[in-house]
């Protein structure tokens, strides 16, 4: 049987986008002759004909495509055209292929059986090739728009499958209302957050379950703290953010609502531990405070005690010191040799004694404010009055006393002269074989001042260089005076204004104290 094919279209030079929106059409007529006049009579509409020369055929062939319509000649042997049109129908494929009967009777009978099968029009013989084309072009145009309006279906279709999917996919309840609350869609994350089946919700007001809720364009489109409630009416705190969707029934709403419970509860343990530790850290400061202050008592009590104790020996060993040197003055040479050395003993034994007091007593008050508020101290000064003061010993050791530029800070000059009193008189004292060399200067660094007492002398052993500022604690025993407290009362001075002494030295390579005091020092409250 003869197959008017789309190949042939296309062989014949019609592009392939045309070649597929061609629509079929089938023709069924038992003699060959009227089937060529029609396909002539149809092939300008450019459309796929397909030619069967029985029902039988057409029916295979319907079996294989869908068809815009079908041409139906009535009178065919074995199998005429109502019975054909009758299995059309019975097919579920072709079931609304529209259906134009072929007849040369024009009997009413004909015309009720044709239309009982559902034909939709009846064209009579001899055919008019106007008519016929013009009612097969409203077929295909009708098919078309079914096609088109199918296609749309499934795009509109997939789409709202989308949608949903991406509903589904949200981690929060997602729920879809009118501009008024009424809600027309939620996901499976809104029944198990709000602990109930869609049905329950879908219909009902968003109100319901979220009493503050306000339409969009209440919000400035940030996330909202609000309470909701659950189908058990237990309330739960959440976050709501609302966003627009425009449909063509109108703009809806869409809820993005995220259950706070867990959130909330760790952020509450979070200010719970911040609390706590703040009430904590408050206590240990207390304490610490405490401790300070108890410590700063015990140490007001153990300085007034080594001055009450210093200073109230003073007398009785002024009088042992006095009495002892007149034995020695009245006696010496007039008892025997043991008599004299005891004496000796005893008068350097009370000199010995009267120094260390003296010491003790300056030790005990380099560490109390009884001078009152600190002044500016010119250091430059204060080194002129340690080189007075020192006079003696520099001219017996024909020591140089340099000093650079020197800065003034904000503490006792007093204190600052013991200060570098002690120092220099060490670097004099603790000399080597050359004339010392003593050098003074002063740095910025940071918010510091860095002084630095360098010397020429003898120097001090690595593992020495802390316990040198212990009272009493002294390296070189009695071949030098002293007593040991000198630099512990210049830490205590350096400390009292928040700045730090140490010693740097190498044994027979001179030594380099040095010391920090804060620009602008005061002492320490
Ligand atoms: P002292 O009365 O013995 O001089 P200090 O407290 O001033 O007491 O010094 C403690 C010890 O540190 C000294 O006995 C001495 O051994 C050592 N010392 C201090 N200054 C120097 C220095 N410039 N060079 C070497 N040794 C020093």
Redesign the pocket.
């Known amino acids: 049987m003869y197959r008017a094919s789309s190949e042939q279209y296309e062989s014949s030079g019609v592009p392939d986008g045309q070649a597929q929106d061609r629509a079929k059409i089938l023709l069924v007529d038992d003699s060959a002759e009227n089937l060529i006049s029609l396909e002539a009579t149809l092939d300008g509409l450019g459309q796929d004909l397909v030619l069967a020369k029985s029902g039988t055929e057409a029916l295979r062939y319907l079996l294989e495509d869908d068809f815009a319509a079908i041409l139906l000649d009535v009178k065919m042997p074995d199998m005429d055209g109502f019975q054909t049109a009758e299995m059309i129908r019975a097919r579920k494929r072709s079931r609304h292929t529209p259906i134009l009967f072929l007849t040369g009777y024009k009997s009413d009978e004909h015309l009720f059986r044709g239309y009982d099968l559902g034909a939709v029009d009846f064209l009579f013989k001899p055919i008019v090739p106007e008519i016929l084309r013009s009612k097969v072009t409203v077929f295909v145009e009708l098919s078309r728009n079914t096609a088109l309006l199918r296609r749309q279906a499934d795009v509109l279709g997939r789409a709202e499958q989308k949608f949903r999917s991406l509903l589904e996919a949200a981690p929060d309840a997602m729920v879809i209302s009118s501009e008024d609350g009424q809600i027309s869609l939620v996901n499976s994350q809104a029944e198990k957050i709000f602990l109930c089946r869609r049905e329950d919700l879908i219909g009902h007001n968003l109100r319901t379950i979220v009493p503050e809720w306000r339409c969009l364009s209440a919000l400035n489109g940030s996330p909202r703290e609000v309470s909701a409630i659950r189908k058990d009416q237990g309330m739960f705190p959440a976050e709501i953010s609302l966003s627009p969707l425009q449909t063509e029934e109108g703009l809806l709403v869409i809820s993005a609502i995220r259950d706070m419970t867990e959130r909330k509860s760790a952020m509450d343990a979070i200010h719970q531990l911040n609390l706590t530790l703040e009430r904590r850290v408050a206590e240990r400061t207390q304490e610490l405070f405490e401790l300070n202050e108890s410590l700063r008592h015990s140490n007001e009590d153990l300085n007034q005690f080594a001055y009450a104790a210093s200073h109230d020996l003073q007398e009785p060993l002024r009088m042992v010191s006095l009495y002892s040197e007149m034995l020695r003055k009245k006696y010496a040479g007039r008892l025997d040799e043991m008599a004299d050395q005891f004496i000796t003993f005893v008068v350097d034994g009370a000199h010995r004694m009267e120094m260390l007091l003296k010491d003790l007593l300056d030790y005990s008050q380099a560490g109390t404010f009884t001078l009152g508020t600190a002044e500016a101290a010119d250091c430059a000064k204060v080194m002129e009055n340690v080189v007075l003061n020192l006079q003696a010993a520099i001219r017996q050791n024909r020591a140089s006393i340099t000093w650079g530029e020197l800065p003034t800070v904000q503490a006792h000059e007093i204190r600052l002269v013991q200060l570098f009193q002690?120092l220099v008189g060490?670097?004099i004292?603790?000399r080597g074989p050359d004339p010392p060399k003593v050098q003074v200067t002063a740095e910025r660094r940071d918010s510091d001042w860095l002084f630095a007492v360098q010397?020429n002398?003898?120097?001090?052993k690595p593992d020495y260089a802390q316990q040198?500022f212990g009272i009493f604690?002294?390296?070189?025993g009695n071949s030098?005076p002293?007593?040991?407290?000198?630099?512990?009362i210049c830490q205590r001075i350096v400390e009292n204004y928040g700045g730090r002494i140490w010693v740097e030295s190498t044994p027979g390579a001179g030594?380099t104290f040095r010391f920090t005091l804060p620009q602008g020092t005061s002492p320490k409250p």
């Open positions: 002690n060490n670097a004292k603790y010397d002398g003898i120097g001090i040198i604690k002294r390296l070189h030098y002293g007593t040991g407290v000198g630099l512990a030594s």
